[in-house]
């Protein structure tokens, strides 16, 4: 789960890092009002209108503004950037349209570092990572300069210790140039143990401060957050509903998730109900092997109820880009006769407009094929996973 | 032979009183296995009563500890069905209680809590199977897990996957063409696990009874990049191989937590590239897996 800026940088302050002064604002009256108090009680007559979507470079699309005219300027800004349809690297070309804003105080910018804790699969630990090119995508860093990118591994048990927030200070040459080298260099100690600190006890599997900024004066302040929650720690986290945005979600996706199903939105035509995630994007696979293209990725489960399956199925038949569907079930604990039942529901309600083809094996399989069988549903059986795919492949074709 | 778990395997079951638990322990009795506990916590004195094999009635003791478990019973492999937020506790206190195999199927753990789990394992002797997986299975002796025995044959084939469904797809396959396994292993498709593909394909590689290895991965991560490294120096069998999720787009995590290609890493391309530059023959779609481990003997 992805969240705002914002958002971050409030939970950020929670932990005692230095963030910037700032407001968040869902209308234009309200950015103009943040504009002054943040003028006012600063003293700086500088503001940063900031675009809050979830997707990254929000900067080179135009969705970041530097406001050096007082609160009426920043109002008009705030026109502009509210409402428009910010497109990024990371939006694809439709772009998000921008319903929240974040007006914060402008800081004097020394210098731009780059802070990210992601869990380093390899190690099995968090790794912090930091470097002097701040304000670059940390990939594009990876790709032409790995040597610029320092790690520490933050072991479980004493979690970051000083001494690697030290290394990695000395590292970057923190206190390099600033009126106080030691006060910076210990500012900047402080900041990455928290962050560690913040990243396993807020369940993250991302937490990036890029740029993470020392100013002229020498403190080291967060200049932007980007927060992922780990899902499987919703659980434990009650707060995360109150940090959902909605308008950021894929609907579907969002539904599926409700329902306890895990389905992604693909550009393709054929439609997928499988069972298992490494199944599922198997079926994806196999669906473009024989020269057609998936619509979805989506998994009912091991344990899916009749209720589960029928939703699932309604998903898929009420998507208005889908011109054929392919079942894929190989049931351990799945049993055939419940997804049957299920894609029978479904399509009762809504009926069958594209063709379909499914393959059952495992358990009930005799049960499963005779409720479909007996809907008098025109359903195409598959002997095989390979045979399936060719016969939805040909019927989608020929619709 | 086999690897990991055979007809002498013992194994207690944590969290044998909740639904998925109490349905997959009499599956695995109704296979064969021997069941010797159940541990739920405020459930101890409690008797589970199942079918075992050709339908002889079996009552297996509750217990409130694991340590009480394998006092009483000489059990020494776990297997955990214990709900998400408090599966990462009960895999240590199976580790505690001295069970040599700890098998979790539990999916949905937080990684943070795997992380420490990792961490306080490290240097133990015990070896941790998952968690979200669907378990280990030695055809004809011992299942321990969620996957269907019935579509298993005892044979010569090693069988290695991150998948669940997708290794019952494999393993149909195999038996289909009348190649039976010595050992199904299904690692599970989490970010931070117990055994990985290189400390199970070591396993294969010792085992005088595996002839050759199917090993199914997906995208994320590099844990195949780690097995074909491992293979390329040390691999004396013949490995067949099958990567999942070359059609999925970046970004986007595909069912399992760890199947999320990040920062342009993690795709099935690079995956597929290292396994057969290291000699792996992989299947060029997943109907095929079966096919071609055979053209490998």
Same mark, same amino acid.
């Given at each position: 789960m992805k969240i705002h800026e914002y958002q971050g940088k409030q939970i950020f302050a929670k932990y005692g890092i230095a963030v910037p002064q700032g407001i968040a604002c869902f209308t234009v009256d309200e950015a103009e009002k943040a504009a002054e108090k943040i003028i006012a009680e600063t003293g700086a007559p500088v503001v940063v209108v900031k675009a809050q979507i979830h997707a990254g470079g929000r900067g080179k699309g135009g969705g970041?503004?530097?406001v050096k005219g007082g609160a009426k300027e920043a109002r008009g800004v705030a026109e502009k950037i509210l409402g428009m349809q910010l497109i990024t690297h990371q939006t694809g070309p439709e772009g998000q349209k921008v319903k929240r804003l974040y007006v914060e105080q402008g800081i004097e910018i020394a210098r731009?570092?780059?802070?990210? /804790?992601?869990?380093?699969r390899e190690t099995r630990k968090i790794a912090v990572m930091a470097s002097t090119e701040g304000g670059v995508e940390i990939e594009k860093v990876a790709e032409e300069s790995p040597? *610029?990118?320092?790690?520490?591994?933050?072991?479980?048990?004493t979690g970051l210790a #000083?001494?690697?927030?030290?290394?990695?200070?000395?590292?970057?040459?923190?206190?390099?140039?600033?009126?106080?080298? *030691?006060?910076?260099? #210990?500012?900047?100690? *402080?900041?990455?143990t928290k962050l560690a600190n913040l990243f396993e006890k807020e369940d993250c599997s991302l937490c990036e401060v890029n740029p993470l900024i020392i100013t002229k004066q020498g403190k080291v302040i967060a200049g932007d957050s980007k927060i992922n929650f780990d899902d499987n720690a919703a659980g434990r986290h009650k707060e995360w509903e109150g940090l959902l945005d909605k308008d950021e979600e894929d609907p579907v996706e969002l539904e599926a998730k409700d329902a306890g199903l895990s389905y992604v939105s693909l550009d393709g035509d054929i439609g997928c109900l499988v069972n298992g995630a490494g199944l599922a994007m198997a079926t994806m696979d196999i669906i473009k092997h024989h020269g057609g293209s998936p619509a979805n990725f989506l998994d009912v489960g091991g344990g899916a109820t009749k209720d589960q399956v029928t939703k699932a199925f309604t998903m898929i038949l009420s998507s208005p880009k889908v011109k054929g569907i392919f079942v894929n079930? +190989?049931? @351990?604990?799945? *049993?055939?006769?419940v997804i049957a039942e299920g894609v029978v529901a479904a399509t009762r309600e809504l009926g069958l407009k594209v063709? /379909?083809?499914?393959? /059952?094996?495992?358990?009930?399989?005799?049960? @499963?094929k005779k409720i479909l069988s007996e809907s008098g549903l025109a359903i195409q059986p598959a002997d095989s996973m390979a045979d399936g795919a060719k016969k939805i492949v040909a019927a989608t074709k020929a619709a | 032979m086999s690897i990991l778990v055979n007809k002498n395997t013992k194994v207690l079951v944590q969290g044998i009183t909740g639904?998925? !638990?109490? +349905?997959?322990?009499k599956q695995c009795l109704a296979y064969g296995t021997q069941v010797v506990a159940g541990c739920t916590p405020n459930r101890g004195g409690e008797t589970f009563s199942a079918e075992g094999a050709a339908g002889k009635a079996v009552s297996i003791p509750v217990f409130d500890t694991v340590v009480e478990a394998v006092k009483q019973t000489g059990a020494d492999t776990s297997c955990i069905f214990v709900p998400a937020l408090g599966a990462a506790d009960a895999i240590l206190e199976a580790v505690d209680a001295g069970c040599k195999l700890v098998i979790c199927i539990t999916e949905g753990i937080p990684v943070t809590d795997m992380i420490r789990v990792r961490r306080s394992i490290e240097g133990k002797a015990v070896r941790l199977v998952g968690p979200n997986c669907p378990g280990v299975i030695t055809p004809g002796e011992c299942k321990i897990g969620i996957m269907p025995g019935h579509i298993h044959r005892t044979g010569k084939i090693g069988v290695v996957s991150r998948s669940g469904t997708l290794t019952y797809e494999a393993v149909g396959q195999l038996t289909a063409l009348g190649l039976g396994q010595?050992?199904?292993?299904?690692? @599970?498709?989490?970010?931070? #696990? !117990? /055994?990985? +593909?290189?400390?199970v394909l070591e396993l294969f590689n010792q085992d005088p009874d595996t002839q050759a290895v199917m090993m199914m991965g997906e995208i994320g991560g590099n844990a195949e990049e780690r097995a074909a490294e491992y293979i390329k120096a040390h691999m004396k069998k013949p490995v067949a191989g099958f990567i999942a999720g070359a059609t999925a787009p970046p970004g986007k995590r595909m069912g399992h937590a760890g199947a999320i290609i990040s920062g342009g890493k993690g795709t099935a391309k690079d995956k597929i590239a290292a396994l057969t530059a290291a000699g792996v023959r992989m299947s060029p779609s997943p109907a095929e897996m079966g096919a071609t481990l055979k053209s490998l003997l």
């Open positions: 970041v503004k530097v731009e570092l780059y802070l990210g /804790l992601v869990v380093d040597e *610029k990118i320092l790690i520490e591994l933050v072991d479980p048990v #000083a001494y690697q927030a030290r290394k990695l200070a000395y590292g970057l040459e923190v206190g390099k140039g600033t009126p106080s080298p *030691k006060d910076t260099i #210990a500012e900047f100690v *402080k900041l990455v079930i +190989f049931g @351990g604990i799945m *049993k055939c006769d063709p /379909l083809v499914v393959r /059952l094996e495992g358990t009930n399989v005799e049960l @499963g | 639904s998925a !638990g109490s +349905f997959h322990a010595s050992t199904c292993v299904g690692i @599970g498709g989490d970010p931070v #696990a !117990g /055994l990985d +593909f290189v400390d």
